[in-house]
Structures are given as structure tokens and as C-alpha cells.
């Protein structure tokens, strides 16, 4: 895709379950923002999974924790990695890495997604240190026995996650 004066316009996705979106997560779109003309963080709509929030609900506090940035689009989607980033017309596809462990399952997907969709590339940014302990599945973890995750996730989030553990407690 080119702009008006015909320069390459570059579009990243980056695509995740982010149920809910953490500030590893932030970390990575923040990072990546800075880029890319156009970010796309894409909630993927995994059926196989059991997420505390829906894809609005994560969209949603996406948009929140990402509006001070002005090229950062979220959607969400169902099909394959592959065929959304062609659908977008995105040449990368952006992953954050926190681990060894991480990067041999993330070389393994970027493998299978180059041999589906050639004309993406996989990029991958390691997290910030200090959030390379963190995933969501601790941070629901930690809010679900009424822990402390105001510096694991956004206010917004820290709230969403108060208000769902909450009303699962008062049932």
C-alpha cells in the first residue's frame, strides 16, 4: 500500500487473545506504534479457549489503554493469522517474546504463517525486562484471589478485572 506521495505506507498486526491486555502487552504495542505507519492490534476470537472477558469487552479496554496512540487501530478476528494479516493488507506481523520457551513456540508459528501467507513477515520484540514474568493467565490469577495487579495492568483494567471477579464472588 502506498500514500499519496507514494512512500510505503507499513502495516503491522499484532495479534493476540489479550484477555485481559497487560503492561507486557502495552510495552510491545507502545514499541511497535513507534514502527509502524499503521498498528493493528488484533484480538483473536479463539474458540477453544474459556476468556474471562469477550472480544468486546477486550477490545474495548484496548482502545482505552491505546488512545494516546494515534496509529493504533484494534479489531479482532476469527479466520487464520495468515489470511487477516492478507485480508489488511499488513506486510508484518508483530510478537513479543518474554522467553526462550516463547520464541521456540513463536519461530514455530512465524514458520507456519510465512508458509501460509509468504509475503508477511514475522517480527519479533523481546518485552521489557521487567515484565518478562508476566502473562495474563497470572494476572487473573492474582485478581481472582483479590491480589494486587495495579502495576501489572492498566487502571482500566485493574477496574475491569475488580468488577468481574466481584460479581463472580457475589453469585
Do not use: C, W
Request: charged share 25%; proline share 4%; aromatic share 8%.
Amino acid at each position: 500500500m502506498t500514500t499519496e506521495n507514494n512512500s510505503t505506507y507499513r502495516i503491522a498486526v499484532y495479534p493476540g487473545s489479550f484477555d485481559p491486555v497487560t503492561m507486557g502487552h502495552m510495552d510491545i504495542i507502545t514499541r511497535a506504534s513507534k514502527q509502524f505507519d499503521l498498528l493493528i492490534v488484533a484480538v483473536l476470537n479463539n474458540l477453544s479457549k474459556n476468556p474471562l472477558f469477550t472480544v468486546e469487552e477486550r477490545k474495548d479496554l484496548l482502545r482505552e489503554a491505546t488512545r494516546h496512540l494515534p496509529n493504533v487501530e484494534i479489531d479482532s478476528f476469527r479466520d487464520l493469522l495468515a489470511n487477516y494479516v492478507r485480508q489488511r493488507n499488513a506486510q508484518v506481523i508483530v510478537r513479543g517474546i518474554r522467553t526462550v520457551t516463547d520464541f521456540e513456540y513463536e519461530l514455530q508459528l512465524a514458520s507456519t504463517n510465512h508458509k501460509l501467507n509468504p509475503d508477511a513477515e514475522t517480527i519479533f520484540m523481546m518485552t521489557h525486562p521487567k515484565y518478562s514474568f508476566l502473562s495474563s493467565s497470572l494476572v487473573k490469577e492474582i485478581a481472582h484471589f483479590n491480589g494486587d495487579t495495579t502495576d501489572l495492568v492498566s487502571p482500566e483494567v485493574d477496574a475491569a478485572l475488580r468488577r468481574k471477579f466481584n460479581a463472580a464472588r457475589e453469585q
